[in-house]
Nanobody
Framework: QVQLVESGGGSVQAGGSLRLSCSAS????????MGWFRQAPGKEREGVAA???????GYVNSVKGRFTISRDNAKNTLYLQMNSLTPEDTAMYYC?????????????????????WGQGTQVTVSS
């Protein structure tokens, strides 16, 4: 039903920027959330940022002030603007969607079930 396709990953130097995009298709429930997750080798997948149906956003502490999640409803596209990248940001980044979710502004991404996932896009930050 819902299909998500990420793009925009690549290799950058520390301090650089990337903008990830997630193209979404299919029906989205009225109280959805969308988020960005990442997983580095040997580490568990972590939620990076999320945005809910009202536009409220939340971020994991390690990216606050550097990353911005946004969406363009007309284009059915989710974005993650990543600035001041560090080698610790190196990971596979995934776009995901949850059917029922609410983000409290300022809180970390909500720990809910995400029903749909993209295939991921690799981000590599060199020192």
């Amino acid at each position: 039903q819902v299909q998500l396709v990420e793009s925009g990953g690549g290799s950058v130097q520390a301090g650089g920027s990337l903008r990830l995009s997630c193209s979404a298709s299919g029906y989205m429930p009225s109280m959805y959330c969308m988020g960005w997750f990442r997983q580095a080798p040997g580490k568990e997948r972590e939620g990076v940022a999320a945005i809910d149906h009202n536009g409220s956003t939340g971020y994991v502490n390690s990216v606050k002030g550097r990353f911005t999640i946004s969406r363009d409803n007309a284009k059915n596209t989710l974005y993650l603007q990543m600035n001041s990248l560090t080698p610790e940001d190196t990971a596979m980044y995934y776009c995901a969607a949850s059917s029922w979710c609410r983000v409290v502004a300022g809180d970390p991404p909500p720990l809910v079930k995400y029903n749909h996932w993209g295939q991921g896009t690799q981000v590599t930050v060199s020192s």
